[in-house]
């Protein structure tokens, strides 16, 4: 019954900023955790970011000093801010929201949103 869809990627250069969002159709604390994974063809989808109900952050090593990850309660939405961003970010990056407190299926993904990152 949750649908979660992300928007905000593109082609950026080397060095560049996105922001992507994650918008959920209900409230973000109905979930234990939100988080943001990514892909590439061929192989497997990895953490990028997370953050909980109590708003505890963890992120990929490969992340850490370059990559935010924040919420707005008001509008069901978790953001991923990304900076100085390297080739090797490019990727599908997908919103999951994991623990969801209301019953039956326990986490919910996005589509996915292209991020490019190429000069």
């Known amino acids: 019954q949750v649908q979660l869809v992300e928007s905000g990627g593109g082609l950026v250069q080397p060095g560049g900023s996105l922001r992507l969002s994650c918008a959920a159709s209900?409230?973000?604390?109905?979930?234990?955790?939100m988080g943001w994974y990514r892909q590439t063809p061929g192989k497997r989808r990895e953490s990028v970011a997370t953050?909980?109900?109590?708003?505890?952050?963890e992120f990929a090593d490969s992340v850490k000093g370059r990559f935010t990850i924040s919420r707005d309660i008001a509008k069901n939405t978790v953001y991923l801010q990304m900076n100085s961003l390297k080739p090797e970010d490019t990727a599908v990056y997908y919103c999951?929201?994991?623990?969801?407190?209301?019953?039956?299926?326990?986490?919910?993904w996005g589509t996915g949103t292209l991020v490019t990152v190429s000069s």
């Open positions: 953050i909980t109900t109590g708003g505890t952050t």
């Open positions: 209900g409230s973000i604390f109905h979930f234990k955790s």
């Open positions: 999951n929201a994991d623990g969801y407190l209301l019953g039956g299926q326990r986490d919910y």
